[in-house]
């Protein structure tokens, strides 16, 4: 198994552009969630999907940033226009169920906004 | 609402015994996670205690005290490759879905 597949690893920007994050998850995994990590605030829950349908994106930072899963094995994080303080490492990771053993992440997108 | 508090930074020799502590107030509590992450790497996980007590995992052990909001990680024999960020985080409900703490970076000095 590759485990969770992430693209790219990274992402230089300027400002005012469109960023795409890419995000593969193990197969067979129903869950995906999206984290952002920084310095200041940790690791952040931004969005997970169950079965590809969005369930909770109360994390998600303002509507420049948007999320979907058009299908089982893959979903892309967008950030449309992009501003320096998204400079972060966003992972992307799976899990199988609602199991209590913890999730797969994905090696993260650092992306860097200039 | 969740709030988790964990020491910054932790130094600690090879060979000794590190113990790593975590305080949070989580309303519908059902669980707390560690995880380890390397620098420059993925988080990964550790361990995931729900009921009251000590869970041992090789040279690593994790304690939940559920009454107090309290646990911590236990790292027996530390080798130089164990200076990490450890984080704990807690899950409510039935999601088993973490939310992390900032993190706890562990140095290991020969």
């Known amino acids: 198994d590759a485990g969770v597949i992430q693209s790219p690893r990274h992402e230089v920007t300027e400002m005012g552009q469109e960023v795409t994050l890419r995000c593969k998850p193990i197969?067979?995994?129903?869950?995906l969630f999206w984290y952002r990590q920084t310095m200041m605030r940790g690791l952040e829950l931004l969005i997970y999907?169950?079965?590809?349908?969005?369930?909770?994106d109360s994390g998600m930072p303002e509507d420049r940033f948007s999320a979907k899963m058009p299908n089982a094995s893959f979903s892309t994080l967008k950030i449309q226009p992009s501003e320096p303080r998204d400079s972060a490492v966003y992972f992307c990771?799976?899990?199988?169920?609602?199991?209590?053993?913890?999730?797969?992440f994905g090696s993260g997108t650092r992306l860097t906004v200039v | 609402g969740q709030n988790i508090d964990q020491p910054t930074e932790m130094t600690a020799t090879e060979g000794a015994i590190v113990q790593i502590n975590c305080t949070y107030q989580?309303?519908?509590?059902?669980?707390l996670f560690w995880y380890q992450q390397h620098a420059g790497e993925a988080p990964t996980f550790l361990s995931y205690?729900?009921?009251?007590g000590l869970e041992e995992k090789g040279r690593f052990s994790s304690f939940l005290s559920r009454s107090k909001g309290y646990s911590y990680l236990l790292l027996k024999e530390l080798q130089m490759k164990d200076s990490a960020s450890y984080l704990c985080?807690?899950?409510?409900?039935?999601?088993?879905?973490?939310?992390f703490g900032r993190g706890t970076s562990l140095i290991v000095h020969p």
């Open positions: 197969s067979g995994h129903d869950y």
């Open positions: 999907f169950n079965n590809n349908v969005p369930i909770d």
């Open positions: 989580t309303s519908g509590f059902n669980g």
């Open positions: 985080a807690t899950s409510r409900g039935g999601s088993y879905i973490p939310t």
């Open positions: 205690n729900v009921l009251d």
């Open positions: 990771a799976s899990r199988f169920g609602t199991a209590n053993y913890g999730y797969t």
